[in-house]
């Protein structure tokens, strides 16, 4: 089993940048499917990235392409997501899960591990 646990978020002007880190304790991340969701308040959970264990697929929301990175690095047993440009939008609380099939990236329900999440605020 493994526990994922956030980081890196914060109060951020719009504009700006962030750097959420997922780290693990109990089973080694690097050998999970791990992805990227958010809760903005009022708002349904939402599919953000996510990427395999051997960052072979990557998929983004249509919403963060072209402005957030997901990465890993399995030495560190850590992923990454890199938010840059950021919107007023983007505030919410994210969060890091792990243990999905390949093919279901994007759905949250099916990933087995789940993040407490951090806050991310985007100010105007």
């Known amino acids: 089993q493994v526990q994922p646990v956030e980081s890196g978020g914060g109060l951020v002007q719009a504009g700006g940048s962030l750097r959420l880190s997922c780290a693990a304790s109990?089973?080694?991340?690097?050998?999970?499917?791990t992805g990227w969701f958010r809760r903005a308040p009022g708002k349904e959970r939402e599919f953000v990235a996510a990427?395999?264990?051997?960052?072979?697929?990557?998929y983004y929301a249509d919403s963060v392409k072209g402005r957030f990175t997901i990465s890993r690095d399995n030495a560190k047993n850590t992923v990454y997501l890199q938010m840059n440009s950021l919107k007023l939008d983007d505030t919410a609380v994210y969060y890091c899960?792990?243990?999905?099939?390949?093919?279901?990236?994007?759905?949250?329900?099916?990933?087995?591990?789940w993040g407490q999440g951090t806050q991310v605020t985007v100010s105007s």
């Open positions: 109990g089973r080694t991340l690097s050998s999970y499917n």
């Open positions: 899960a792990a243990g999905s099939p390949p093919a279901t990236l994007r759905v949250g329900d099916l990933y087995a591990y």
């Open positions: 990427m395999t264990w051997n960052s072979a697929i990557i």
